[in-house]
């Protein structure tokens, strides 16, 4: 399954990389499901060249998933959570940057969705993480009959962590 992003062909990704937006920044949100869902009112916005930074220090043979990249960045900037719609957007476009460049690639298929999940809207959707999944070692399987998605097996015991170093 593929999903494109629209006219991802006439974009450039890497000066929308290069965009922060006014980010990082932390809002106090007071919307109270929000607050219950995702435990607290400080919520961290990162810029998506951050995204790029941490996607790079992934090593072959190890996973990480938007999930706990997101977790990494709320601990280091003293926020309870960081922005899950611009996380999802900014991993995706991480990824269409590293396409376009001819060098400093990222290897963006080794980050996951949540529960080890594959990216339909990276370049080359989920047959393309897969093949490069699949040749540094993981094990993908398919799960569902209608509405079919990709995991990497047993993911967690690949999970690289995250160091403050970064």
């Known amino acids: 399954m593929t999903i494109n992003m629209a006219n991802e062909q006439n974009k450039d ?17 007071t919307d109270e499901k929000s607050i219950e869902k995702y435990g607290g009112k400080r919520m ?10 941490v996607m790079k220090t992934v090593p072959i043979g190890k996973v990480i998933t938007v999930g706990e990249i997101r ?22 476009i991480a990824a269409w940057a590293s396409e376009q460049r001819d060098n400093d690639k990222s ?23 897969k093949e490069k ?11 569902g009959r209608s509405n079919i998605r990709y995991y990497v097996k047993d993911y967690q015991n690949n999970l690289y962590q995250l ?4």
């Open 163 to 166: 160091c403050n170093s970064l």
């Open 44 to 53: 961290y916005f990162a810029p998506p060249l951050d995204y790029d930074r």
């Open 107 to 129: 290897p963006y298929w080794r980050t996951l969705k949540a529960d080890g999940e594959l990216n339909p809207k990276y370049p080359g959707g989920v047959k393309v993480q």
């Open 71 to 92: 977790e990494y960045f709320a601990k280091r900037n003293n926020a309870d959570f960081t922005d899950p719609i611009t996380a999802g957007i900014f991993v995706s």
């Open 133 to 143: 999944l699949e040749a540094e070692g993981h094990t993908i399987v398919k799960r």
């Open 13 to 29: 990704f890497n000066a929308m990389l290069q965009d922060g937006k006014g980010m990082p920044k932390v809002q106090i949100i």
